[in-house]
């Protein structure tokens, strides 16, 4: 099991050893070490997986960077939404503070003077902890440490700490833990309470020559190893699973979206899965697939997936790629979007980027735009500027009916319709024709039977050699990205059938 810890490997206020730094005159002015350390938030011993027990709620500055071009508001937004993290995480935001500056700082992230005055304010507030809304390079954060006199963490931190909070199954703890390690490696520190020493026993015996950072670094990576070969072994199960549905040839939807926007309520609603919904970040982190069925019948493989934000850490994106496979896999994506949250366009943009960085950024989406019952306004507003969305209530069950039919077009544009003649004597092709589209014309012609059926760009190619239009339809693979995909014909979005 790892341990509980936000990226660094001494105490916070006691007797780290900052040996050749110049360290010991930052102590935290407070004087007693045992006060302005109280345990908990930035450090966490014990076993990961569960709920953390803390002893107490951490007090916590936030600080952020407004760079050029970045609006007051964008930043104040990151900062609220930040906020949330860490009381997600069970702390209390006490202050907040803003720097502007053309770029970080490359050692201390915020400038040496702002500095001085965070370290000034994090005493007046009594915070125990500062959390920065960027990534802190290691380096940064271990001169923000001596500076402020307390912990320095960032936002993937905190991320990192929820995910750890609310994985369950084996692969999500698995996941999590993975993630954690890639962002403590680089972070470990030579001196102070190390892992072995933490763990005690045996494995604290360091080998002839051998640093304690060394040790660490190697239990580390030996622990990191142990869970890859672990997801891997998880992952192969999956794929026998997955390939299961695909001879199943049931289409499959994945439900993605901003972290909190409603999947797992749209799942329940649409299938009565009774996934877990709460109003808490980060609820879901296991995939959950049930059957629902479209307008017409057809049934599909809908999925809720865990939820994105804004600067995800790539050690997390990393580490659920196998999950995430799903989404890539999908047939489509119905992006949710809270059109209650104060910036649901840039929302939209988070998940995107996401989505292109796990490469599922080719997978046709359908836009819901969700919370209408309490955003019934700006809902309208966004279904209008983004055609071919649709707005819902996951709770009311309100525009559930348009989705679906929204859903059951956007798949069928997802296939064209083709003109094949067979051969009488192929009566398998025929059949096969049957199995595998949607056969929408089959008449008798003079050497065999002429059919116009819908197919996928897979069976299309497969067909191939039957067909009259001659077009290889390979590489339209019906999967670009926006409401309307300007690859295919008219139809795709709002007529539920082109069909001849
Ligand atoms: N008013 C309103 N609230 C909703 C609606 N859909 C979901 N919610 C609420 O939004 C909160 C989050 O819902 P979830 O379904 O857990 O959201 P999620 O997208 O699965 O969130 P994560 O798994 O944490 O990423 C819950 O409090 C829901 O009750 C809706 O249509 N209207
Ligand atoms: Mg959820």
Redesign the pocket.
């Known amino acids: 099991m790892p341990e509980r810890h936000w990226g660094h490997d001494h105490p916070t206020g006691g007797e780290r050893d900052d040996e050749g730094t110049g360290g010991r005159g930052d102590r935290p002015p407070t004087g007693d070490p045992d006060t302005s350390h109280r345990g908990g938030f930035g450090d966490y011993g014990g076993e990961s997986g569960g709920l953390i027990e803390r002893t107490f709620r951490e007090r916590i500055v936030v600080v952020g960077v407004q760079r050029p071009g970045v609006d007051d508001e964008e930043v104040e937004r990151s900062l609220d939404e930040l906020e949330q993290l860490v009381d997600t995480a069970g702390a209390d935001v006490v202050a907040r503070m803003v720097q502007r500056r053309d770029a970080p700082e490359p050692a201390t992230y915020i400038g040496k003077g702002k500095a001085g005055e965070l370290r000034r304010l994090s005493d007046e507030v009594d915070a125990d902890t500062v959390v920065f809304d960027d990534e802190l390079t290691p380096a940064q954060q271990f001169n923000l440490e001596r500076l402020l006199g307390r912990t320095a963490i960032d936002r993937t931190a905190v991320i990192l700490d929820i995910f750890g909070q609310n994985a369950s199954s084996q692969e999500g703890k698995a996941q999590v833990q993975l993630a954690q390690y890639r962002y403590r490696l680089p972070r470990l520190r030579g001196k102070g309470r190390s892992l072995s020493q933490q763990a005690g026993g045996i494995g604290a015996r360091r080998g002839p020559g051998e640093t304690q950072l060394e040790v660490d670094r190697r239990r580390i990576l030996r622990r990191m190893h142990k869970l890859e070969a672990d997801l891997r072994a998880i992952a192969k199960h999956r794929d026998t699973q997955r390939k299961a549905r695909r001879r199943s040839r049931l289409r499959a939807v994945a439900i993605v979206g901003y972290t909190n926007a409603g999947?797992?309520t749209l799942l329940n609603a649409l299938t009565e899965a009774g996934?877990?919904?709460e109003n808490r970040l980060f609820?879901?982190l296991d995939a959950t697939t049930r059957r629902a069925d479209l307008p017409g019948g057809e049934p599909v493989l809908v999925t809720?997936t865990v939820?994105f934000i804004a600067k995800l850490p790539h050690q997390l994106v990393e580490a659920f790629k196998s999950t995430l496979e799903v989404v890539t896999e999908a047939d489509l994506l119905v992006h949710v979007v809270d059109a209650s949250a104060p910036d649901p366009e840039a929302n939209i943009a988070a998940v995107r980027s996401v989505l292109h960085e796990i490469g599922a950024g080719r997978v046709a989406e359908l836009l819901a735009f969700n919370k209408s019952d309490v955003a019934a306004g700006a809902a309208a507003e966004l279904v209008a500027s983004h055609p071919g969305s649709v707005a819902i209530s996951a709770v009311t069950g309100q525009g559930l009916p348009d989705l679906l039919q929204a859903v059951a077009n956007r798949l069928r544009a997802l296939t064209d319709v083709v003109e094949l003649h067979v051969p009488f004597s192929r009566g398998d092709v025929l059949a096969s024709l049957h199995r595998e589209g949607e056969v929408l014309v089959e008449a008798a012609g003079e050497a065999g039977m002429v059919v116009r059926a819908r197919l996928d760009a897979a069976a299309a190619s497969r067909f191939a050699e039957y067909r009259v239009d001659g077009r290889d339809s390979s590489g339209s693979g019906g999967s670009a990205r926006s409401p309307h995909p300007s690859s295919r014909s008219p139809a795709s979005g709002s007529s539920p059938s082109r069909s001849a």
């Open positions: 999947k797992s996934v877990l919904v609820a879901t809720d939820g």
